[in-house]
């Protein structure tokens, strides 16, 4: 699990490495929140298919997360492969078009703030259940207790359903 320091952001899919936030250049459209009142609540994994895909800016303002990125790009060599990253209050991730998102909670009260590049479309809205993806259920059975997880998301189709 990688660790981004700390008013750092790390960007997924880019072989730079870390930089800092100011060297962004994202057209932020809208802004989103997420309050999560207990630990271990997770959400995920979620992404806007295209045309109306998005880049997320991910941010913990309050607690502290793992967040889960997925290449959901077929053409990538890293197709399919799960990255995960600890977060704590201040930190950044950036999250490009056609990654899956998804984060668990580990404190309770944790607020997350994620930027997005293209409004929210409904129609667009994909969910992918995690046990589609071998280290995420890995990571779940082998890390945390029983987690909190929303009926859209614990009903969500698996990946084979699921066309980028």
């Given at each position: 699990m990688?660790?981004p320091?700390?008013?750092k952001?790390i960007?997924?899919?880019?072989n730079?490495?870390v930089f800092?936030a100011?060297?962004l250049?994202?057209e932020?459209v809208?802004?989103?929140?997420?309050?999560?009142?207990s630990?271990?609540?997770?959400?995920?994994m979620?992404?806007?298919?295209?045309p109306?895909?998005q880049?997320?800016?991910?941010?913990?303002v309050?607690?502290s997360?793992t967040?889960?990125?997925?290449d959901?790009?077929?053409?990538?060599d890293?197709?399919?492969?799960v990255?995960?990253?600890?977060?704590e209050?201040?930190e950044e991730?950036?999250?490009p078009?056609g990654?899956?998102?998804?984060?668990?909670?580990?404190e309770?009260?944790?607020?997350?703030?994620?930027?997005?590049d293209y409004?929210?479309?409904p129609?667009?809205?994909?969910?992918i259940?995690?046990?589609?993806?071998?280290?995420i259920e890995?990571?779940f059975t082998r890390?945390?207790g029983?987690?909190i997880i929303?009926?859209k998301d614990r009903?969500a189709p698996?990946?084979?359903?699921?066309?980028?």
């Amino acid at each position: 699990m990688q660790k981004p320091e700390l008013g750092k952001s790390i960007c997924v899919g880019d072989n730079r490495g870390v930089f800092s936030a100011s060297e962004l250049n994202g057209e932020w459209v809208q802004t989103n929140v997420s309050y999560n009142t207990s630990k271990y609540t997770f959400r995920g994994m979620h992404l806007q298919s295209s045309p109306h895909s998005q880049s997320k800016l991910i941010k913990v303002v309050r607690g502290s997360i793992t967040d889960i990125v997925v290449d959901l790009r077929e053409d990538s060599d890293d197709y399919m492969v799960v990255q995960t990253y600890y977060m704590e209050k201040g930190e950044e991730l950036f999250v490009p078009k056609g990654f899956a998102h998804g984060f668990i909670t580990m404190e309770d009260h944790t607020v997350v703030q994620y930027l997005v590049d293209y409004p929210y479309t409904p129609e667009a809205d994909v969910s992918i259940h995690w046990k589609s993806f071998e280290r995420i259920e890995d990571i779940f059975t082998r890390s945390f207790g029983d987690l909190i997880i929303s009926d859209k998301d614990r009903d969500a189709p698996v990946i084979k359903d699921y066309k980028v």
